[in-house]
Structure formats: structure tokens, C-alpha cells
């Protein structure tokens, strides 16, 4: 092991969370993986870290991660304070504005992109004040406590599943980086963006009108595979990564589901599913929108962005479409997809239980936050074909539209108005 590893993780070890809440939320996590049948004999001693107080020497080190990272050939697992701390505060933030039709986060993205700002901006001073509202109310306070933890239990037990699985320091999410430059890479992009779309579609989020491109034989297929050739080796790599991710996903949502079914009653796990529903709700749809924003802010959109303003700068010209890859990270399924299979999966093994008219509200609206990426990725598919038909004199200008945070909710409520949909 070289020095700087080695020093760090002496700084890691001897780091200790002084956060009396967190240190509960992360006892709830390890107390539920101690009891799962599932992680028996997996060696996952979790480590937290500050980055933001870790030395010059830790940041550069293997053991540095901005979420979640399992490190295979140390037997344990890293997370970030900071991440742990922001994704509490977003949880709490959409707990406290009530009901989805009621939040006022949820007004507009631009509503939306303030709460992003404000909790990216100082985490650790927001969540000592939004941890106040249910500081005098202890059954409220060990609700919402319960929530964050299930939401942590979804993030560890991923990195618990690349220790069975055997895949090495993976991180858990990663966010986009606001520093560093956006997709350039043509073959890159729309390998990626092809392999996006081509889950989104068997996972039933088609885009009308285009699901034929993924078709063998499609003239955008045909372009996606010459350029597949060209970077055959990385395609190879991504497709292994991609595999390794999912897999590490599925056990995580065994283990949710595990707990679930360990509760005493039926009421009670139907609780504890829809806290997870709500919890992934929140998490997923902070993720997003980080990311969202840095995306926009990186391409010159002025703040606060807007669904208007993506479409017409996306609109701008073809590389908006190679940029836009770099919203899917590098090795993940899409951040709101793998929140939302893991709700499909409680509730469906909660036989479709779903009477909760709010945990529904939220996992229809992040199947319905599923568009702006859908489209994304099924446009930009087709950059290599379209540039192609460019040169030869077909039609340039192609307008797609992004929704708003409050257009998708009033669909979710057209939707649960009519019924309940699972039914
Ligand atoms: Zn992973």
C-alpha cells in the first residue's frame, strides 16, 4: 500500500461522526444489516468521513469518496458526512412542506433549485435548522429518523452488494461535477445515451416516435454501431459496469425488502414501506435535481433554470446532445430510475398495498420526472444519425420539450384523481 493510502486510512479511522443524530441514523443502518440473513459473512465495517476537514492527503487517496464507496480489498465501506448529512436535509425538507400538493418546494423548479442551492450551500447549518421543527415532537422526530435511516440502509446495502459480488471501489452515486467539463466524446455519448434508453424502454419508459431506433436494422441503430465499434473496449467496460451496478442495486432492494418483511404485523410493514417510498422520494429527487442544475449552469443557462430554458438551449445545436451524457454519470442506471424500481420492488412485494395516497403522489411523480431523461436519452441516441442527415441537407431545427416539477405533479394528480392506477 503506498504512504498517502496509508496515512489515509489512519485518518479515516480515527475520524469520529460528533453528530449525535447522525450517529443514530447510522446505528438504525447497522443494526438492520446485522440482523439481515442476506449480508451474513460479508465483511462491511462502515467508515464516515468529512471531507471537507480530511487532509490534502486523504482527498487524493483511494478512501475518498463524495457518497458511498465499498472498497473491496479492505473489506469495508467509506461514506461521506457531508453527502449522508445532505441527503437527511432534503428528506426533511419535503417531510416538513406536508403533502406534495401542499410543498412549497414543488411550486416550480425554481422553488425547487432554491432548496438545491440552500442545502448544497452549507449542509451542515441547514440541517441544524430544519432538524428544529421536530425537535419538541419526539414521535415526529423518530418518524422522520427512521426515514433517512431506510433511505442510508438503500445507499450501504449497494456497497454491501459490490462486496458480495465481488466489484471494487464503486461509488454509490456520483453527482455531476460542476468543475469539470462536459461530455465531448460524439461515440461516447451516444453509446451511453443508447444504453440509457435501451433500459428506460424495456423498463416501459418509451419515448413516442422513437422507440424504433433501438430496433436492429434502424438507421440509427446502424449509426450507433459504427461508432460502437470505434470505442469497442470502453463499450465492453461500461456494459460490465453497468451489470456490476445493477446487480448491486438488486441485492440492496432484497435487503430493503427483507426488512420489510421482518416487521411484526402487516400494518407496520406497510409503514416502514411507505417511510422508504417517501425517503427515496426525497433523495432521488434532490440527486436529480443537483444535478440538473449543474448540468443547466454548465451549459449557460442562467440561474434559476427552467424546463423552458433547457429546451432552448438544448435546441441550440447537436453538441448539447453529447454534453447532456454527462447526466448519467459513468457506471449507474439513471439516479430517479433506481429510486423508482426500488419503490416498485416494496410495493410490489407488499402485494400492491398501496392505500397511501401520498407515497403514491411520490412514486408516480418520479415516474413521471422520468421524461426530461427519457428524452434526453432516446434524442440523444440519435446525435451521430441526425449530424449524418445534416450534412446532407435534412431538416435541422427539432424541438423538444422538458416539464416543469409542477406540470409533472399535476399529471400525478390527473392520474390519482381517476383512481388509484396500481389497482
Ligand atoms: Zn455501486
Known sequence: MSTVDQKALEELKEYEVDDNVLVNLLNIVMKILEKSKLTVGLNGELFVINNEKAS???????????????????????????????IECAIRSFEAAGSL?????????????????????????????????????????????????LTFLFFIA??????????????????????????????????KLRRHAEQFLDLEFGLPGFKHILDEGDKVQKSIAMLQKEIEILELNHSKWFKDEMSADQFATKVMI??????????????????MIRGMFGAALYSWYVDL??????????????????????????EQYIKAASLFGNIHQFTLLRAQQLMFSV???????????????RYYLTCMLM????????????????????????PKLFVIEFESINVA??????????GNPWE
Open 56 to 86: 490534502k492527503n486523504f482527498q487524493t487517496s483511494r478512501y475518498a469518496t463524495s457518497n458511498c464507496k465499498a472498497l473491496l480489498s479492505d473489506g469495508f465501506i467509506v461514506a461521506s458526512e457531508r453527502f449522508l448529512i445532505e
Open 101 to 149: 400538493n401542499s410543498s412549497s418546494y414543488l411550486r416550480s423548479d425554481a422553488d425547487l433549485f432554491s432548496l438545491v442551492y440552500k442545502i448544497r450551500d452549507d449542509p451542515y447549518k441547514y440541517v441544524r435548522r430544519i432538524r428544529r421543527i421536530t425537535e419538541l415532537n419526539s414521535q415526529k422526530e423518530r418518524l422522520i429518523q427512521e426515514t433517512v435511516a
Open 158 to 191: 449497494h456497497e454491501m452488494g459490490h462486496i458480495f459480488t465481488n466489484t471494487d471501489a464503486r461509488n454509490f452515486t456520483e453527482f455531476v461535477n460542476s468543475n469539470s467539463p462536459l461530455e465531448n466524446r460524439l461515440a461516447n455519448a451516444v453509446v
Open 258 to 275: 427483507e426488512h420489510l418483511s421482518e416487521q411484526g404485523s402487516d400494518e407496520s410493514s406497510n409503514a416502514i414501506m411507505y417511510q
Open 293 to 318: 442544475q449543474a448540468f443547466s449552469l454548465a451549459l449557460g443557462i442562467n440561474w434559476p433554470p427552467s424546463s423552458v430554458a433547457l429546451a432552448v438551449t438544448m435546441l441550440e445545436n447537436r
Open 347 to 361: 410495493i410490489k412485494a407488499r402485494n400492491n398495498k398501496s392505500d397511501d395516497r401520498e407515497a403514491m403522489a
Open 371 to 394: 421524461d426530461t431523461a427519457v428524452k434526453i436519452a432516446f434524442v440523444g441516441a440519435c446525435t451521430a444519425y441526425f449530424k449524418q442527415r445534416e450534412r446532407l441537407g435534412g
Open 409 to 418: 405533479l399535476k399529471r400525478v394528480n390527473n392520474l390519482l384523481n381517476k
